[in-house]
């Protein structure tokens, strides 16, 4: 027994080390590469999707479905997900041995007009405004129909089981009363108080109860005291946005960038150059397994970009014209979309969405639209349209149209 008992004790003293060795390895992603009888670096693509079951091509070669991890010696790869009746995403991606990479595709289902766009308005849609939550829009009617007519509010947000709201009126105008649709509406930085001008009379309403024209205060006296005290209250909250910046980045933003919009997870930030400048390297600590897609550190007037906090990255979108937008902004041109991920890129005769980084845009809606009039819902599962399909007529409705 003393024999075979020292022999024994040594194999497995050296045997507990080799298989720790050869568990990490396996664990980091290297993989035994028996003709040369060593170990070779590898990196892990996790493939993931939304929705899942998404077919993977890696230069293209199938070689999965998504939700998987796919070993992969380091290098660029073209990596692309495809699923039917959805959008294709595809992305060259950089696998780093020891790291692992993610996809993260967000694919969009291609939608038909005839089934996914349906009407909820039928007396008219006018100047539609968005709420600063991003939740609400308040819209005119100059219905003819008795009682249509004034200000309605639409809720962005569904019901349980994805059941939209239906629109509800907040100003009721008199059959021969004001139309509010050349009226400037103004939302309050909480969203709770809704300003307009009419002319020379201005009134405060809350959006959450209706109002007869009839029963409309004129608040014009208070109006500059209330204007300050909202634009204080923006300063406040853009302030506090504003510090997450690196120092020498905010600084950029404050001499060289406007219509500044962050992303609804607060972790990016769109802007709009207007002078040249060059970002600073290194401005954080770097993120392992970081987005690979190119950047852009040199920064000049009249471009688009954004700027990911996270990972000190910097992206060029397109070169646009984008008007002056308030702190709570709402551009006819870009604007996030809730997934945090992707740009809403409203044009004259199509709705598109576009990754943060610049890639992936896809064509969701065409047709000739108001670029002033196209929301997302929160969930991110519906687009909300001002359309005339008919296009003879003058009347214009908001049009629901189904992402999923």
Do not use: C
């Not at 108080?193 to 004129?218: A, H, K, M, R, Y």
């Not at 406007?258 to 040249?276: H, I, M, R, V």
């Not at 001002?386 to 007529?393: D, K, R, V, W, Y």
């Amino acid at each position: 027994m003393r024999k075979i008992r020292v022999p024994f004790f040594f194999f497995i003293l050296v045997l507990i080390p080799t298989l720790t060795y050869l568990t990490i390895k396996l664990a980091s992603g290297y993989s035994f590469n028996f003709s040369q009888k060593q170990f070779e670096p590898r990196g892990i693509l996790v493939a993931t999707s939304i929705p899942d079951g998404g077919q993977v091509f890696v230069d293209g070669e199938l070689k999965s479905a998504t939700d998987t991890t796919i070993s992969l010696k380091p290098g660029h790869y073209w990596v692309e997900i495809k699923k039917e009746g959805f959008s294709s995403w595809q992305k060259e991606l950089l696998i780093e041995k020891e790291l692992v990479t993610k996809t993260d595709a967000f694919l969009f289902k291609i939608v038909s007009p005839e089934e996914d766009l349906r009407p909820i308005t039928f007396f008219g849609a006018e100047n539609p405004i968005l709420s600063p939550d991003s939740d609400k829009i308040v819209y005119a009617s100059n219905a003819t129909e008795s009682g249509k007519a004034g200000l309605w509010l639409m809720d962005l947000n569904e019901f349980p089981f994805g059941i939209s709201r239906s629109p509800k009126q907040i100003l009721q105008s008199k059959i021969k009363g004001r139309n509010f649709a050349w009226s400037e509406i103004t939302w309050s930085p909480d969203a709770r108080q809704i300003l307009v001008n009419s002319g020379t009379q201005n009134f405060l309403l809350d959006p959450s109860q209706l109002i007869l024209e009839e029963n409309l205060i004129d608040v014009t006296s208070k109006v500059k005291a209330l204007k300050q005290s909202w634009k204080e209250e923006e300063t406040r909250i853009n302030d506090a946005r504003l510090k997450r910046l690196p120092i020498p980045f905010r600084k950029i933003t404050a001499t060289a960038a406007a219509n500044l919009q962050f992303s609804p997870d607060g972790e990016k930030l769109l802007y709009q150059a207007t002078a040249s400048a060059i970002i600073p390297e290194k401005l954080s600590l770097p993120l392992p397994a970081s987005s690979t897609q190119k950047e852009t550190r040199k920064i000049k007037s009249g471009s688009v970009y954004v700027y990911d906090l996270k990972e000190d990255k910097n992206f060029f979108i397109a070169e646009v014209s984008l008007s002056p937008l308030s702190i709570f902004p709402f551009s006819p041109t870009l604007s996030w979309f809730p997934t945090s991920r992707h740009l809403l890129w409203r044009e004259e005769k199509e709705v598109n969405l576009i990754e943060y980084d610049g890639t992936n845009k896809t064509t969701i809606f065409q047709g000739k639209i108001n670029p002033n009039g196209v929301f997302s819902a929160p969930a991110a599962n519906k687009i909300f349209l001002l359309f005339n399909p008919e296009q003879e007529s003058s009347a214009t409705n908001l049009y629901l149209l189904n992402l999923k």
